[in-house]
């Protein structure tokens, strides 16, 4: 069992940059693979970010690349988004999940999710 719990999350004018912060719980947090994955209102929820167990691997969806960096730090049960270069399209709520699949850019194939926070960018 994983529970997670985001925070970071705020209102920034585009150009702008934040950082997230999904604090797990658990002693199997380095066993997990990590996501992040955002939604705006009225849309699926989107692949945005994910980190294998031993941060050896990352990937990112194309709208972020160049832009977003995921970590993760095992000792301290913590994974990190930082966000740079914000636009306005990068507003929605952000969640952080944990998935033991090889499906890590797949929704469905997350086992735990946090509550979310809120990233909006203004204009």
């Known amino acids: 069992q994983v529970q997670l719990v985001e925070s970071g999350g705020g209102l920034v004018q585009a150009g702008g940059s934040l950082r997230l912060s999904c604090a797990a719980s658990g002693r199997t947090f380095s066993m997990y693979v990590m996501g992040w994955f955002h939604q705006a209102p009225g849309k699926e929820r989107e692949f945005v970010a994910a980190i294998s167990w031993n941060a050896g691997n990352t990937y990112y969806a194309d709208s972020v690349k160049g832009r977003f960096t995921i970590s993760r730090d095992n000792a301290k049960n913590t994974v990190y988004l930082q966000m740079n270069s914000l636009k306005p399209e990068d507003t929605a709520v952000y969640y952080c999940?944990?998935?033991?699949?090889?499906?890590?850019?797949?929704?469905?194939?997350?086992?735990?999710w946090g509550q979310g926070t809120q990233v909006t960018v203004s204009s």
């Open positions: 999940a944990a998935t033991q699949s090889r499906y890590y850019s797949d929704y469905r194939y997350y086992n735990y």
